[in-house]
């Protein structure tokens, strides 16, 4: 018999959904399309043929339906690798943790979930308006510091904290193999950067000066066998590091919307974010 979770652990309301999330074990399907914007769901699941159910609490909205017979959830989950902790480790729980007697379940179940997201260039001929596949993402987050060590390389870790002038070790995770390798051509793959945050981690400057000098040339000149750190976001290595953790297949795909080398924002940016979602669909469902 498994371990009992205390109820202040995997905390449940009172109409039995999991805490944050407000989802039962048959609200979700098993192929996961997530995006940042609690706005962004309704832009994925018109695509589908039917919502079955729709639910919200907090930054987490969940669409549920069917597209193509395929069944399929979109949901939203604000910004940040701390919500993805708690997004990964309840989507986790809805399948593999039996929420009536609070124990883990004998066999494990694994998810398929998929990040629209939308990011930052780092390279100047990687332009706005393209799509990218985070192939590797370096979490410059202390997330992983409270987690079992990743197995698997942590060059990019190294040397982004030697670059960076790090306190702590970031960590490095991969997309899973199966879902990349579905995706078409047009997808440039990448090595993305996880920032704790939208302005100083990202290197931009409004009214405070970020501590460190040409942070994104000095990241975009980095490489590790033979390749380039390509782009900012704030989500990918929490979705990768959790995904490799609790055994479920993840990837992260990114609408470039800005060039930071270029200071170029995508005006045609909501164009961009819905050939990213067309795309995906079309691959996954
Ligand atoms: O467009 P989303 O999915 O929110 O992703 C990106 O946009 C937000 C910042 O504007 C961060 O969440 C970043 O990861
Ligand atoms: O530059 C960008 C654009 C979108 N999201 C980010 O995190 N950074």
Redesign the pocket.
């Known amino acids: 018999m498994s371990r009992q979770i205390p109820e202040s652990e995997l905390i449940l309301n009172a109409d039995g959904s999991i805490y944050h999330l407000h989802l039962k074990p048959e609200n979700l399907a098993s192929l996961v399309f997530t995006v940042g914007d609690p706005d962004r769901v309704a832009l994925v699941s018109k695509y589908f043929d039917q919502i079955d159910f729709k639910g919200n609490k907090r930054e987490f909205v969940t669409h549920t339906g069917r597209l193509r017979g395929k069944r399929v959830t979109v949901m939203s989950t604000g910004m940040g690798t701390d919500n993805v902790e708690i997004l990964m480790t309840e989507l986790d729980s809805l399948v593999n943790v039996d929420l009536k007697t609070h124990t883990v379940k004998p066999s494990e179940t694994s998810l398929e979930i998929i990040r629209l997201?939308?990011?930052?260039s780092m390279q100047a001929d990687l332009p706005v308006g393209s799509l990218l596949a985070s192939e590797i993402a370096v979490g410059v987050d202390t997330l992983m510091q409270f987690y079992p060590k990743l197995e698997g390389s942590q060059d990019w870790s190294r040397l982004v904290q030697r670059t960076l002038d790090l306190t702590f070790l970031p960590y490095q995770a991969s997309a899973s193999p199966e879902l990349l390798q579905k995706l078409p051509n047009e997808f440039f793959r990448g090595v993305t950067l996880t920032?704790p945050g939208?302005y100083a981690p990202?290197g931009r400057e409004i009214r405070l000066k970020p501590k460190m000098d040409n942070m994104i040339e000095r990241l975009a000149s980095l490489e590790v066998s033979g390749l380039k750190m390509t782009n900012?976001?704030?989500e990918t290595a929490g979705y990768y590091a959790m995904g490799q953790l609790l055994n479920h297949r993840v990837l992260s795909l990114n609408a470039i919307?800005?060039n930071?080398p270029t200071g170029e924002f995508d005006k045609k940016a909501e164009k961009t974010v819905d050939h990213m979602i067309r795309a995906a669909l079309e691959v996954y469902c």
Do not use: D, L, P, Y
């Not at 997201?117 to 930052?120: D, E, F, L, N, V």
């Open positions: 997201g939308t990011s930052g920032a939208f990202q900012f976001e704030m919307v800005a930071r």
